[in-house]
């Protein structure tokens, strides 16, 4: 089975490119972050043709999650159980009856001084508690999307551009990296400890893919069960080099 992640920065705008990606049939399953459309609303019209199973937790005009697959899709969760939330950022569902995938998309915050960065950091600690119950499963679990945090320096192109940033604050890395130390496989990093790659490539400052100016937000994360079935993870560099590109790069997993 071959899992993406990709945060599509709008369902509807980039629907061209992202119908590309289904047609190639190359993953099973697909975890869509930043859908901007309401789930009563969303296009299922425009995807409905290549063969994927659907289930959306869509908000309008911000956030919303997506989940694909060639599989059935069960026992869907919308919203983390253990934190009531106005936005739509998590959504879990067990893939072909045996393997339980999170896909979310994680507050981003603006700076550590924005009344929004309480909000990314009480979303963490409420992550953290979720989370717990799934790392020593027999199951296999794995977390997808959007995290946005770039967990260490080397997850950033110039990380003195980012001093003050949500996404390299102390405080959230440091939380995710509980994540890891707890046993959570940071699958890409894992399989290529001494790379430096990213998923995300801003619109602005020109060919930003090919000065390599980006930063990594994007991860699986496996517990033990999962980690074992994953053969490879590389980063899917075509989203992000589409004719009308979402700023993201895809993140792929290969399971026996």
Known sequence: MKILTLNINSIRAHAESFIN???????????????????AAFPHNLFDDYGYNIKVYGQKSWNGVATFSKFSIEDTVRGMPNYPDANAR??????????????VYMPNGDTIESPKFPY????????????????????????????NVAINDNDIWNPKNYVGSSISAPAAREIMQTWIDSGWSDVWRD?????NDFTWYGYRGGDTV???????????????????????????ISPRMAEKPTDHCGLMIKLD
């Open 210 to 236: 090919g000065k390599k100016q980006g930063l990594r937000l994007d991860y699986f994360l496996a517990n033990h069960t999962a980690k074992k079935m994953i053969k490879t993870c590389e980063i899917d």
């Open 120 to 147: 990314k950091l009480e979303w963490m600690h409420a992550f953290t508690e979720y989370i717990k119950q799934y790392i020593n499963s027999p199951e296999a679990v794995i977390i997808g999307g959007d995290f």
């Open 191 to 195: 399989m290529h400890p001494n790379e």
């Open 90 to 103: 998590f959504l879990e569902t067990v893939i072909d009856g045996r393997i339980r995938i999170i896909n």
């Open 21 to 39: 990606i289904l047609k190639s049939g190359e993953y099973d399953t697909i975890l869509v972050q930043e859908l901007k459309v309401e789930t």
